[in-house]
Nanobody
Framework: QVQLVESGGGLVQAGGSLRLSCAAS????????MGWFRQAPGKERQFVAG????????HYADSVKGRLTISRDNAKNTVYLQMNSLKPEDTALYYC????????????????????WGQGTQVTVSS
C-alpha cells in the first residue's frame, strides 16, 4: 500500500521558517515527480514545488521562488520542503504528492491527475 506521510507543519510568526517532510513508502517511485501542493480555506489546491525523483530538476510556483526549497533523500525515501521568510499568505494545508511524469506536468496538469496524495500538514503563519 502506497503511503505519503507528511510532518513538520506548525504555527510560526511571519519571517520564520519551517521544514516539511514527506516519507514515501509502498512502491518504487522511479519516473515519478514528487511535490508539494497547498490549499487555503475556500481556495483550490495549488502547486507549490516539485522535484524529480532523481533530484536533477525542480520547479516552483512563482509565489514561493526564492523562499521555499524542495529537496529529497532517496536513501530515506523522503522529500523535504524548506520554507523560509514565511508570510501569512503561506497559511494553508500542505499536501505531499506523487505523479508519474515530469515536474513541469505536475505543475501544469489538473490535481485530478495526481496518483498519490498524503493526508496533509497544517502550516499557519501569524502576522
Amino acid at each position: 500500500q502506497v503511503q505519503l506521510v507528511e510532518s513538520g507543519g506548525g504555527l510560526v510568526q511571519a519571517g520564520g521558517s519551517l521544514r516539511l517532510s514527506c516519507a514515501a513508502s509502498g512502491r518504487t517511485f522511479g519516473g515519478y515527480a514528487m511535490g508539494w501542493f497547498r490549499q487555503a480555506p475556500g481556495k483550490e489546491r495549488q502547486f507549490v514545488a516539485g522535484i524529480t525523483w532523481s533530484g536533477d530538476a525542480a520547479h516552483y510556483a512563482d509565489s514561493v521562488k526564492g523562499r521555499l526549497t524542495i529537496s529529497r533523500d532517496n536513501a530515506k525515501n523522503t522529500v523535504y520542503l524548506q520554507m523560509n521568510s514565511l508570510k501569512p499568505e503561506d497559511t494553508a494545508l500542505y499536501y505531499c504528492a506523487a505523479r508519474l511524469g515530469t515536474v513541469q506536468s505536475m505543475a501544469a496538469m489538473s490535481t485530478s491527475s495526481i496518483q498519490y496524495w498524503g493526508q496533509g500538514t497544517q502550516v499557519t503563519v501569524s502576522s
